[in-house]
């Protein structure tokens, strides 16, 4: 299961920070409203991922990098994608935030260019959202950060596959960024 090294206080604080700091802004980016009170953080852009540092923090093992998804031929967000690394973890994790409104029991799908889809269930949802965890481990990690594009399945209440590409343009440098 997702990361068993890890505590049950280490999810905990992972999911806390990341709904903290990114669930408002996927909330409101569907209206195309900007927090009023945005996450007090250090931002920098690496292609199409942003990397957010707590402001003033020298450490690097609390940044996450984020990408938020458009609806294809559209500018509206359908999804926020978060890489960061839980604590007490040497691996990074991809978070997926979606819109309610998936169908769950047959989770989700990410292929890195042409590669094997890997699938991954949702792990909670919920006023606003829904969340799928992805481990970052070894040969993953390495596909994301040689590859172009990664495409991510989910699927629509009435069970239509929904497929939604993820640029990986600044991927390998953004990566590097928060590793600790």
């Not at 890890?6 to 980016?29: E, K, N, Q, R, W």
């Not at 020298?58 to 940044?63: D, V």
């Not at 094997?116 to 993953?140: H, N, S, T």
Request: aromatic letters at 6%.
């Amino acid at each position: 299961m997702l990361l068993r090294r890890m505590s049950i206080s280490g999810i905990f604080a992972l999911v806390a920070t990341l709904f903290s700091v990114y669930m408002v802004p996927v909330a409101h980016a569907q209206s195309q409203v900007q927090p009023q009170n945005a996450p007090d953080a250090d931002i920098k852009q690496f292609r199409d991922w942003e990397v957010r540092c707590p402001k003033g923090s020298g450490n690097n093992t609390r940044c996450t990098m984020t990408q938020l998804v458009n609806k294809p031929g559209s500018d509206r967000p359908v999804m926020r994608v978060v890489v960061a690394y839980p604590p007490q973890s040497s691996d990074p994790v991809m978070v997926f935030l979606l819109p309610l409104g998936v169908r769950l029991a047959p989770g989700m799908q990410l292929q890195v260019d042409n590669g094997e889809e890997i699938p991954f269930p949702y792990q909670v949802c919920m006023d606003d959202a829904c969340r799928a965890d992805l481990p970052l481990q070894g040969q993953l990690l390495s596909q994301l950060r040689g590859g172009s594009k990664a495409t991510v399945s989910l699927f629509d209440p009435n069970g239509q596959r929904l497929d939604t590409n993820i640029s990986l343009l600044g991927f390998t440098d953004a990566s590097r960024a928060i590793a600790p």
